[in-house]
């Protein structure tokens, strides 16, 4: 069955939508990637943040504990207490920002072994102060217990953080592709549409256009008297059959103006 002009362009017009629906679909599919690997640097950073802060917590509770073991005041013990308390909720966190990741759960459960040590030997030192056991405090921090479990520590989170900084520069480069993906297939999509749209725009010419005006010259030169020729349209739809009524009214027309001129 043939195609009119009607369901020619609605084709022509349906599938310039399809494809435009498609292409934004994809793009919409590779801006959620790039988001995606946005959040990932952003979780990464997070992570390396809150390790740092760990340590500074930690710090802090043994700041707390040596002010209180030289002084014997109990407000040199807010820092300790403040130390401990955001270490934990430091730790917990990091558990939490790295399910996915095995090999840093082991080592947060290596670290959290040394923790838990650490804040031990925190505690009896001050709870022998407090007995007034002062000397025997002060024989356990010289042992050098305390600066073992604090060099552990140390290694531990310089390990963990390398491993962070290793996934940020990989999530770095894939978020950096993902963006230069998004920019292309922005600058394809917009191309493409520019060139299909002209294609369009050239059949139009060639298959509407073209063969009105030539018909309207045609149908003027016809009026007047003058010698015309036919525009060759070869196309079975309805500027087809327009030309070929044509044809034949303008066959009609000159055998009848010969059949005039005998008579």
């Known amino acids: ?34 988001e995606e690997q946005q959040e990932w640097v952003v979780h990464t950073q997070q992570v390396i943040h ?32 403040t130390g401990i308390t955001k270490a934990k909720e430091t730790f917990e ?16 459960k290596s670290l959290l072994e040394v923790m838990q ?4 030997e925190l505690k009896e030192t001050i709870e022998l102060t407090n007995e007034n056991n002062l000397n025997k405090a002060l024989v356990i921090v010289n042992s050098g217990i305390g600066k073992n479990f604090m060099d552990v520590i140390r290694t531990e989170l310089q390990e963990f953080a390398h491993e962070e900084n290793h996934l940020l520069s990989q999530r770095q480069i894939h978020f950096e592709n993902s963006k230069n993906n998004v920019k292309l297939l922005m600058v394809g999509e917009v191309i493409f549409l520019i060139f299909f749209i002209f294609l369009i725009a ?38 087809g059959e327009l030309v070929s009524a044509f044809q034949e009214m303008s066959q009609s027309i000159n055998t009848a103006m010969d059949d005039l001129s005998q008579a």
């Open 1 to 34: 069955m043939p195609l009119g002009l009607q369901k020619k362009f609605v084709i022509a017009f349906g599938l310039l939508i399809f494809i435009s629906v498609g292409n934004f679909g994809l793009l919409w599919v590779v801006e959620q990637n790039a």
């Open 50 to 81: 809150e390790s740092e802060a760990f340590l500074g917590h930690i710090r802090d509770a043994e700041t707390g504990q040596r002010g209180f073991l030289l002084t014997g005041k109990s407000e040199y013990l807010d820092p300790y207490i």
């Open 93 to 108: 966190r990091l558990q939490n920002l790295t399910q996915d990741n095995f090999q840093q759960q082991a080592r947060l």
């Open 117 to 120: 040590k650490k804040f031990g």
């Open 202 to 239: 050239i059949v139009i010419q060639q298959r509407l256009v073209y063969p009105l005006s030539s018909l309207t010259e045609c149908a003027n030169n016809l009026v007047s008297g003058k010698a015309f020729n036919m525009p060759k349209y070869h196309s079975i739809d309805e500027m």
